[in-house]
């Protein structure tokens, strides 16, 4: 293996079989025996025509519970402390999905199971990357190959009509997929013919419900379904392919003096030291030069901004303040994601070790990383502008936490100048930032949040429409501010073919009860616990009950 130039302090690969070409179909432990079905139904019980809510907590119980089953007692994933944040940001996301059901705590909870699972798989593994993509390398296997393991034979204790029934029926496996193909062309084709076999499939399920009324095809779907999930988690197919990947990086870069990174043409007069050296040096001046020359820049930009933006900025009548931060925000958070590119670039290689000048490289990358900083703040403070001057909204939100990750995002910059970090530290680091920033998303009640804070008496312009949008969780505090909204002088709603339309607050008090009432219907014929979750709870309380 060449180890590249950001290969020091290279992980160990972990220990694997001399063939790998197919990992052995291993028999199946009385512990998975067990697991397999009792999943299955338990996937069924909680999901069949069911939403997303309080049924992902418990089967995420029921994923680490058997995690922590199947383990052996002395195991190099027990040591993992990844392993451990995986799982309680599991159980934590888990539990953010029974409180608010949002998308983005499934997002999370999704994410931590199959992050969990690939550190199951391979425990050496420190990206979380490359252990999602295990999880998922391995989950599209296990189902497969559990059901491989119920080959196609006879039973052996069968007798001589059994096995005779068993090899011809081996036979018409082919001809019967053969005829399904042609059968669903027919079905796409002719359109008439497409109505009979519908007329066949509902007198069929019409018999199957009168046969086995207790038994559905939805049923079957989903048990299906859960057998294939709950293979995936407990069924572990070992996936070396990402932690043979990441054996090769380290967390700094190593000095190579075979080769160096450059952009010169070598000559055939020089000598290959002097060329080296030469050569590093002109990477350096470029490298100074451009430090220098987008420094200087930077700065002419900050001081506007400083100058406009920082202290008592009051936006002009008719100033176009969505304008002002969509494209502005767009076009800085694009400058700062490219300068840190550019320093990524230069300090790759052995530009790190280039003593003569290597101050004077750090310090100009140094200061251009904190102007950097001083950008994003301005970003933030446009964002900050557009909130107090027009409201919350989902973007803002998400602006707000982008602008988290980098400033995390410039630190580990910082650590890559001057501690020699790989490139592959950093995106260990900067994954590891995003998949908190996501936890904490999902641990927020933002749409109540968005919704109480627009509707104050001094925004002069409420967007209506797009608070009913919001999950039902939002109603109680639009029906607790309903004399707000009959005295808002600006009510907008979303127009039918797009855009924006002006409504008037009587048709905004009649889209709220609507709204109240669609929701009253949903929940008192939906009395399952599985799809519901806290905040609904409590919205029944308030808008049912009281």
């Known amino acids: 293996m060449n180890p590249t130039a950001e290969s020091a302090g290279q992980w160990p690969a972990p220990a694997r079989p001399a063939a790998l070409a197919k990992p052995a179909l291993t028999p199946l432990t009385a512990a998975q025996k067990l697991f397999l079905p009792l999943g299955a139904l338990l996937f069924d019980w909680l999901f069949c025509l069911q939403k997303a809510g309080s049924n992902v907590l418990v089967f995420t119980v029921f994923v680490v519970v058997a ?49 969990l699972l690939g550190y199951v798989n391979q425990p050496h593994l420190r990206l979380g990357l490359y252990a999602l993509l295990t999880a998922v390398g391995s989950g599209m296997q296990a189902g497969p190959r559990v059901l491989l393991r119920l080959r196609l034979r006879a039973p052996r204790n069968a007798g001589e009509g059994v096995r005779r029934g068993w090899f011809y029926g081996r036979l018409l496996l082919v001809p019967v997929l053969v005829l399904g193909a042609f059968h669903i062309l027919f079905m796409a084709a002719n359109p008439r013919y497409m109505a009979y076999v519908g007329r066949v499939i509902d007198a069929l399920g019409e018999f199957l419900l009168w046969l086995l009324p207790e038994v559905s095809l939805v049923h079957v779907v989903f048990l299906t379904l859960g057998f294939l999930v709950t293979a995936g988690a407990v069924v572990l197919v070992p996936v070396y392919f990402f932690a043979d990947h990441e054996s090769r990086f380290g967390e700094f870069v190593r000095r190579h003096r075979d080769r160096v990174a450059s952009f010169a043409v070598r000559r055939p007069n020089f000598q290959p030291n002097t060329h080296r050296a030469l050569d590093l040096r002109k990477e350096w001046v470029a490298a100074v030069a451009l430090f220098a020359l987008v420094n200087v820049l930077l700065l002419v930009v900050n001081a506007i901004d400083i100058n406009w933006l920082w202290f008592g900025f009051v936006p002009k009548p008719g100033f176009d303040l969505t304008q002002f931060v969509h494209e502005g925000t767009y076009v800085l958070i694009f400058s700062i994601l490219l300068a840190m590119g550019i320093v990524l670039w230069f300090f790759r290689r052995n530009l790190n070790f280039y003593v003569p000048g290597l101050s004077w490289l750090r310090w100009g990358a140094t200061v251009w990383v904190l102007q950097n900083a001083v950008l994003a703040v301005s970003v933030g403070l446009r964002n900050y502008y557009y909130i107090q001057y027009s409201g919350l909204a989902y973007k803002r939100i998400g602006v707000c936490f982008f602008l988290l990750l980098v400033f995390f995002g410039l630190g580990t910059v910082l650590l890559k100048i001057w501690q020699r970090r790989s490139a592959y530290s950093l995106i260990r680091l900067n994954f590891l930032a995003v998949y908190a920033a996501v936890l904490l998303l999902a641990a927020g009640n933002w749409e109540v949040w968005i919704a109480s804070y627009n509707l104050q008496a001094r925004f002069r312009s409420i967007d209506i429409g797009f608070l009913l949008d919001m999950p039902g969780r939002v109603l109680p505090t639009l029906v607790a501010r309903r004399a707000l909204i009959d005295t808002a002088p600006h009510l907008t709603a979303e127009a039918e073919y797009g855009g924006a339309e002006v409504i008037t607050a009587v048709e905004a008090q009649r889209r709220l009860d609507a709204a109240v009432a669609a929701w009253k219907s949903h929940y008192q014929t939906h009395p399952n616990w599985q799809g519901r979750t806290y905040t609904e709870w409590r919205t029944a309380r308030t808008l049912i009950l009281n």
Do not use: E
């Open 67 to 115: 995690q922590l089953v199947l383990l052996p007692k002395v195991a190099a994933v027990r040591r993992s402390g990844y392993f451990w944040l995986m799982m309680g940001g599991s159980l934590f996301s888990g539990a953010t999905m029974a409180v608010y059901g949002s998308d983005v705590a499934a997002l999370a909870c999704g994410v931590s199971v199959l992050m």
